[in-house]
């Protein structure tokens, strides 16, 4: 595993917000009885860990990838998170969480998450305190995305340097916000019968707009419901295929 070094997280708010996040339970899920059990990964992070859920059953022949949601405590002393609008010289040229494929070389999703941080907008893994894991996300692109929650304690230490290749502007936002019905709008969309919302976030940062919306604000959703132990002021209704990373039952292409 890469380096992942537990800094002091330099407030209250931000220890108990890792306490609640090393303490947070997937819901019980209905896992094959076929699945076979790797051996979880473990962080050590403040004298504590706290296991990698994802190394459990595994769909085959899935590419894979991680995101870093990286939170930290804003000047109004309100929780942050980190995002990128992605180059647009690729394919995908909206915002993001920083993140990536999973490589060879990398020892687990926390590895693949902290390198892509550090490649995609210089943020040095000795910085921040990798806290939890989420649940895989399933894509219709056949991919598993794996949310990886760290905390980062000095925001000042953080020095962004988006590559040019990949990200045009590294901006943040309050994570609150993806709880609430405010400058929010939804898409109804349709899959294998069953209809689910699209969510778009409408935010402006140093007089620039951005739209966080798809899996980056169903991502959001989830984490800042964790975090303020609270559901959205909004009907969410999640992909089901999103949650199928478990399943055997996966979509043939």
């Given at each position: 595993?890469?380096?992942?070094?537990?800094p002091?997280?330099?407030?209250?708010?931000?220890?108990?917000?890792?306490?609640?996040?090393r303490?947070?339970?997937?819901?019980?899920?209905?896992?094959?009885?076929t699945?076979?059990?790797?051996?979880s990964?473990?962080?050590?992070?403040?004298?504590?860990?706290?296991?990698?859920?994802?190394d459990?059953?595994?769909?085959?022949?899935l590419?894979?990838?991680?995101?870093?949601?990286?939170?930290?405590?804003?000047?109004?002393?309100?929780?942050?998170?980190?995002?990128?609008?992605?180059?647009?010289t690729?394919?995908?040229?909206?915002v993001?969480?920083p993140?990536g494929?999973?490589?060879?070389?990398?020892a687990?999703?926390?590895?693949?998450a902290?390198?892509?941080?550090?490649?995609?907008?210089?943020?040095?893994?000795?910085l921040?305190?990798?806290?939890?894991?989420?649940?895989?996300?399933?894509?219709?692109?056949?991919?598993?995305v794996?949310?990886?929650?760290?905390?980062?304690?000095?925001?000042?230490?953080?020095?962004?340097?988006?590559?040019?290749?990949?990200?045009?502007?590294?901006?943040?936002?309050?994570?609150?916000?993806?709880?609430?019905?405010?400058?929010?709008?939804?898409?109804?969309?349709?899959?294998?019968?069953?209809?689910?919302?699209?969510?778009?976030?409408?935010?402006?940062a140093e007089?620039?707009?951005?739209?966080?919306?798809?899996?980056?604000?169903?991502?959001?959703?989830?984490?800042?419901s964790?975090?303020?132990?609270?559901?959205?002021?909004?009907?969410?209704?999640?992909?089901?295929?999103?949650?199928?990373?478990?399943?055997?039952?996966?979509?043939?292409?």
């Open positions: 595993m890469g380096s992942c070094n537990n002091g997280l330099g407030s209250d708010v931000l220890e108990t917000l890792a306490q609640r996040l303490h947070y339970k997937p819901p019980p899920r209905q896992i094959p009885e699945a076979t059990e790797s051996v990964h473990q962080i050590n992070s403040d004298e504590k860990s706290v296991s990698s859920i994802t459990h059953y595994q769909p085959p022949k590419k894979r990838a991680a995101v870093l949601v990286c939170i930290f405590q804003g000047n109004n002393d309100d929780l942050r998170v980190i995002l990128t609008k992605r180059s647009s690729l394919s995908s040229h909206s993001a969480l993140g494929k999973r490589e060879e070389t990398d687990d999703d926390v590895e693949t902290l390198r892509e941080a550090n490649e995609e907008i210089g943020l040095d893994p000795s921040v305190n990798v806290v939890t894991v989420l649940e895989p996300i399933f894509t219709k692109s056949r991919m598993l794996v949310p990886v929650v760290a905390i980062l304690s000095d925001a000042k230490a953080f020095s962004p340097a988006p590559s040019a290749a990949e990200v045009e502007a590294i901006f943040d936002a309050p994570l609150e916000m993806f709880l609430k019905d405010e400058n929010r709008r939804a898409e109804e969309r349709e899959w294998m019968g069953g209809k689910y919302l699209l969510q778009y976030f409408d935010y402006e007089n620039k707009r951005y739209v966080i919306w798809a899996l980056t604000a169903g991502i959001l959703i989830k984490v800042a964790i975090v303020y132990q609270r559901p959205p002021a909004f009907l969410e209704l999640r992909p089901k295929f999103w949650d199928m990373a478990f399943s055997t039952d996966i979509p043939k292409q």
